[in-house]
């Protein structure tokens, strides 16, 4: 008995030392990398997206290492696999514990990671939150996607464009009490009176953010108006669902169709010529900036208060606004030139 | 009655006075696991950095508390030959029930009593289902495993309840003094001291083991096999509903999908800690040592920037090199034609040579 627990123990000793060691020895260098460089040149950054594994933060992670090679800093992801805020809260410990310059995250619930995210302002970690907010007294900062009025702009922008700023259009828009696309519809409206006035839309209608009512949406639309030259969906569940329509229905190319959209679903339709050009941010932009302004934050060119102004490398000057909340800018519109780059 | 009692203690392996006491002590799983906790604790605090530090303490305690907890009666389900799958879906319920109360105003006094009862029926209903209808209990566990983890999905959809009162959040992130470590430490050693007293000093205790040797022989010796079942079930669903309130209050949030998975993590520490997945073996400073373990391991490779997939297999691979440690060091001391003593099923010979 004695000789088994002997080998038995000291079988799973070696094993598991052989374990940390490999891995420990990884993780130390490049610890060892972010703490000269904390000194020399830019802040040692965490992000921690919603999730990893996920094309849309994927690419804000493509954007944020760029940032930090550019000004010298040390770039770090780590992540839940699953959504949640629970989960996001260990990683956030960690990072405190490692005792980074900065955190980067985008927040699975406004409020439940707060008590986390605070203990490590308190431990001297600068937090930045990108993608989703948490209340603004749990965060230094909020790097913005995009603000109402440049996603309205943007749609109307381009609908006039693609039909030749005349004509009837119609919207296809998410579930009736959508905040977000409520806010966006109206925004729209007030623009294409003002300055589009050969623009008529005839009808808004909602496909509740299903693929199916959706679809079916924009065949009744069709449908009604014979006369319809475009359909505007400011959903990318509606933009979808009407491009797979329309691309194999008659009006296919006739139609123009834009929106917000995410290029990995659109893309066969862009390349089917269904559609032109959408909309929606730039994630890799999106991570970009906040790499920069974690910077800023940490080198204390910047409080996060309003009116503080920085540079974000190729993106240029970036001005905090109310709330400590930066706007990323203009939404990015994906069309046959660019759409390859993206697949999220 | 005593006669019983001796007939049983001679039945547990751990037990095997034909060797000198020191060995009786020292060389056992229990002891091995213990050895490899020192032993990792040391190497991480050497070679990771910021792990030696007080803040990791306090955060590697309140990350492990709800498995630290749920590990002590999973513990004595497991030593009777039986399994709960459904301690992470009693969390979760539990979790939401805390939410959903708070939102409907329950003081939040009451609201942990009522979330605990909801545990304890919870575990009762497992318990029931094993005993009373004779049900494995694999197979009573996985269906409830959905059902309460249902129930909690249910109750509270995709949203989350995150606004807890403020003495209540700030009492589960409590640190005794300057120490660092947390106050929850104080449930733990409570419950900890409650448990190895019943399953390591008690015929309650002694009548678990037999159970899980062999549940005919523990009947015929007078234990009662269906109600020790049934109240290890029962304690296990109000653990795990107190494990679900404080992890509540540490995330600040319920949610239907809290905790999910952590059973896996419950089942792998007692394992580990050196308890037969057969029944009929293992010990609490096995468990305690084998969750600490875990916790210690992950700890540590996160913070050298490991993944969690990595970690997960580093934990499953020292898992089944944990488990199959015992059998396979078994069989070649069969094969070298050592002493046969334990054959499955058969008491353990006399000593030979005390």
């Known amino acids: 008995m004695l000789f088994k627990n002997k080998k038995a123990g000291a079988f799973v000793a070696v094993a598991t030392a052989a374990a940390l060691l490999l891995t420990g020895c990884a993780g130390g260098n490049s610890d060892a990398g972010g703490e000269s460089g904390g000194s020399e040149g830019g802040a040692s950054i965490t992000f921690l997206p919603k999730n990893l594994g996920n094309p849309y933060f994927d690419a804000s992670r493509t954007g944020g290492q760029a940032a930090a090679a550019e000004f010298g800093g040390e770039f770090n992801e780590v992540g839940p696999t699953e959504a949640t805020p629970d989960a996001q809260v260990s990683f956030i410990n960690t990072a405190t514990q490692q005792g980074v310059d900065a955190i980067a995250v985008a927040a699975n619930d406004p409020q439940a990671i707060c008590d986390a995210l605070n203990e490590a302002r308190d431990n001297d970690v600068k937090v930045i939150t990108f993608d989703s907010d948490t209340n603004p007294e749990c965060r230094d900062m909020f790097i913005n996607q995009a603000d109402a009025a440049g996603i309205a702009k943007a749609q109307v922008d381009m609908i006039a464009e693609q039909i030749g700023d005349e004509g009837q259009i119609a919207i296809l828009s998410a579930a009736a009490n959508a905040t977000n696309q409520n806010t966006w519809i109206d925004l729209m409206l007030e623009d294409i009176e003002a300055n589009h006035p050969n623009i008529e839309v005839v009808e808004t209608v909602y496909g509740d953010d299903d693929d199916q009512t959706s679809f079916d949406k924009t065949a009744a639309l069709l449908q009604t108006y014979p006369e319809l030259k475009g359909i505007v969906s400011p959903t990318t569940v509606g933009i979808a669902a009407a491009a797979r329509y329309l691309s194999t229905s008659d009006a296919k190319g006739e139609i123009a169709l834009t929106g917000l959209g995410s290029p990995g679903q659109m893309r066969e339709y862009i390349e089917d010529g269904t559609v032109t050009e959408f909309a929606l941010w730039n994630p890799e932009e999106l991570g970009y900036l906040t790499a920069y302004a974690a910077n800023a934050l940490v080198a204390g060119e910047i409080t996060g208060a309003e009116g503080d102004t920085f540079e974000a490398g190729d993106l240029g000057s970036y001005t905090v606004g109310a709330d400590s909340t930066v706007v990323l800018g203009e939404p990015y519109r994906f069309n046959a030139e660019n759409i390859a780059e993206f697949d999220f | ?354």
């Open chain 2, 1 to 354: 009655m005593s006669a019983v009692a001796t007939q049983t203690s001679s039945l547990r392996p751990i037990a095997e006075y034909d060797r000198p006491l020191w060995q009786r002590l020292f060389a056992t799983r229990e002891m091995a696991i213990i050895g490899l906790l020192v032993v990792v604790v040391i190497v991480a605090t050497a070679i990771v950095p910021n792990f030696g530090s007080k803040i990791t303490l306090t955060y590697l305690l309140m990350d492990m508390f709800p498995v630290l907890i749920m590990a002590l009666p999973m513990t004595a389900i497991i030593v009777t030959g039986e399994i709960d799958l459904s301690v992470a879906s009693v969390v979760g319920f539990a979790s939401v029930l805390t939410g959903v109360l708070t939102q409907a105003g329950v003081p939040f006094g009451l609201t942990i009593i009522l979330a605990i009862a909801a545990g304890l029926i919870a575990g009762f209903i497992n318990g029931i289902l094993v005993t009373a209808v004779g049900l494995p209990s694999l197979a009573v566990t996985i269906g409830t495993l959905a059902l309460y983890r249902g129930l909690a999905i249910g109750l509270l959809g995709t949203t989350a309840v995150t606004d807890f009162p403020q003495f209540w959040t700030d009492l589960a992130k409590a640190k005794l003094g300057s120490s660092g470590i947390p106050a929850s430490v104080l449930i733990f050693v409570v419950l900890a001291v409650v448990f190895i007293l019943m399953l390591h000093f008690t015929k309650f205790g002694r009548g678990i083991y037999s159970i899980g040797l062999s549940p005919e022989a523990a009947r015929f010796s007078g234990v009662n096999v269906e109600r020790t079942k049934l109240v290890l079930f029962v304690l296990s669903g109000a653990v795990a509903a107190l494990a679900g309130v404080y992890y509540t209050l540490r995330y600040g949030s319920a949610r239907g999908d809290n905790a999910t998975g952590m059973e896996m993590q419950v089942i792998a520490a007692v394992l580990l800690g050196g308890v037969s997945i057969f029944g009929g073996r293992g010990a609490l400073h096995g468990v305690i040592a084998g969750v600490l373990l875990i916790g210690v391991l992950g700890s540590a490779l996160r913070l050298a920037n490991v993944g969690a997939d990595v970690i997960n297999i580093i934990t499953g691979v020292l898992l089944i090199l944990a488990v199959i440690s015992s059998s396979v060091f078994a069989a070649v001391r069969e094969k070298a034609g050592g002493r046969k003593r334990r054959l499955a099923g058969m008491p353990a010979a006399k000593p030979e040579n005390s």
